[in-house]
């Protein structure tokens, strides 16, 4: 019987006493920094959609690109299989996958997983629409939560899939310990696609993150609002601007918000109160670019082997199909 839910996990922000023990422990390190989980509010994830359609912004139209050419080998290398995506958004490009995998099976069960549960339901319910014989569950949570509530599948094999380069927001030990968790989920002859960001000139990667509207600076300092709603704090965003440079020797983008006006800020359910100095800066968000050969190699070392790896003509970006 085909079904169609929205199903919340434990809180993506919460662990019960924990809850916001991580903007603490960012806040109070040197340099300062913060979790990226906290983007993505509903408007925050508004904000990135937007990002994604920016004439700067090529990594959302690359990918895409990719899967409108070589989703149907995908869907014939894998066969029929149950489709689990990580930070599914609005699943925009995800249609070329799932148009694919109609083609093959009349019947699909797909499984969006994301933290903001206002963009998910949008996105399910379309989604409903367009495939009426698919069994579609979306699973409010982080990553972590989602892949532990994973339920068995019926179907012959199931594939997850982790796009838009999302990879490169985790820290390396971070990154091989998500590996490690999604290895651990798969079942031997299981799947996993990764798309990621490739290394390429500086003033490229520099433009897609500085873009000319001020969307991406925008995102940036909504999560000092999405903090204060949360928290019930006192962030006056307009002490703040957006930065992103490129960090050649890491070969990642690092985001960071600049305050230029020294100042206290309180989060009052935290009963947390710091200073913040003109001239400092918080660390919002990484974004690292990779390499193909030594991605191959770091899968390969979680028990994922790659079967397949597609890029387009400037090879900006890629995707890599492995296998358990």
Known sequence: MVTTSLKILTHPYQSVKNDGQDVIQGLTQNPKSLPPKYFYDDHGSELFEQICELPEYYPTRTEAWILSQYADEIAEITGACELVELGSGSSTKTLFLLDAYQKIASLCRYVPIDVSGGILKASVLKLQEKYPSFSIEGLVGTYEQALAKLESTSSPSRMIFFLGSSMGNFASQDSED??????????????????????????????????????????????????????????????????????????????????????????????????????????????????????????????????????DPKQWFGLILCQA
């Open 178 to 311: 998500l590996l490690r968790r999604i290895s651990q989920t798969l079942n031997p002859g299981d799947y996993f696609l990764l798309g990621i960001d490739l290394q390429k000139p500086e003033d490229i990667l520099s433009a897609a993150y500085n873009d000319s509207q001020g969307v991406t600076a925008a995102f940036n300092l909504n999560m000092l609002s999405h903090l204060n709603w949360r928290f019930q704090g006192n962030f006056d965003p307009s002490f703040f601007t957006h930065q992103a440079i490129y960090n050649q020797a890491d070969a990642q983008i690092e985001m960071y918000l600049h305050c230029h006006k020294s100042h206290w800020v309180s989060l009052e359910i935290l009963d947390f109160k710091i200073f913040f100095e003109a001239g400092e800066k918080i660390l919002t968000e990484i974004s690292r670019k990779f390499d193909l050969a030594i991605m191959q190699k770091d899968l390969e070392k979680q028990g994922l082997k790659t079967l397949k790896i597609w890029t």
